[in-house]
């Protein structure tokens, strides 16, 4: 039986809302001015073209999706089912579904404050035979998202592609959805950034969603159901294997943070029992 993981859209539905601490000082002018030494030092301002920067570049939104009406609204449903994963042995098709959900998180840590380009997540869920809840993982997807202010945290770096700085969820190899439990890790990508730098590199960031109210049926034809979450407990750790500019970085990121880290997650999600699913 393969090993059985969880993502639920359906967090505990005991949370109060969400809440927002107190948001930490602006950054020093000596944060833009370190990074900008450090590029200088790496040498590459004048040896890099502006091409360099396409990792940072706007991300697209999934093509996965297909509209749905609901009243006088237009939702987009997450289509096709094609990272639906295999199912553990012994169990019925009919009894398990592959879920589908597709979110934009808004995520605060340290001096970090994006709205992540759209992520799609597909699992499997349904009882095991012995009757007990279970889960497989299926696959994330996702896209960069630019950082505003690029490495330096100034607006002229944001204007420079040399400078750009990007920030891309990934997943961090832990998901509970009948609890809320999710890991992600945040690759961060830019010209002068090597390909492993990464806030939770070593150990991804932990979420525990809590959902402020209850999910909301959009369509039942095809099934559409929208749900938010949010985590305001978890810490951001520092970031990692960003070569020479990581102690910069991490001074513009104000990186690691214990508190005051916010992920606000509404989402849309759809599933097909694995019974009519298309035969592979």
Known sequence: MPKTTVHDPRPPRT????RRAGRRSRLAPRTGAALAGAVA????????????????????????????????????LPAGFD?????????????????????????????????????????????????????????????ATPVPGGLT?????GRTP???????PEYGGRADFYTGRLSLRFRLTGPLLPRDCAIGAAEPVDFALKRPSPSEWISTDPPLIRFSAYDDT????????????????EERLALPARSGNLMSYDATYTFRTYDRLPAR
């Not at 605060?108 to 095991?128: C, D, F, R, S």
């Open 234 to 249: 978890f810490a951001a750790p520092a970031a990692e294997h960003c070569g020479p500019l990581t102690k910069a970085l």
């Open 162 to 168: 040399l400078l750009g700085l990007a920030i891309h």
């Open 41 to 76: 030092l790496l040498g590459l301002a004048s040896a890099l073209p502006a091409s360099a920067a396409q990792s940072t570049e706007p991300a697209r939104s999934p093509q996965n999706t297909q509209p749905v009406r609901s009243g006088r609204a237009t939702h987009e």
């Open 153 to 157: 945290g100034s607006a002229a770096a």
């Open 15 to 18: 949370a109060p809302g969400p």
């Open 83 to 143: 990272d639906c994963p295999a199912l553990p042995a012994g169990v019925d098709p009919a009894a398990w579904r592959c879920e589908v959900h597709t979110a934009s998180p808004r995520l605060a840590m340290g001096n970090l404050a994006v709205t992540l380009a759209p992520i799609t997540m597909t699992h499997a869920e349904g009882p095991l035979p012995d009757g007990s809840p279970g889960q497989v993982w299926g696959a994330m997807h996702s896209a």
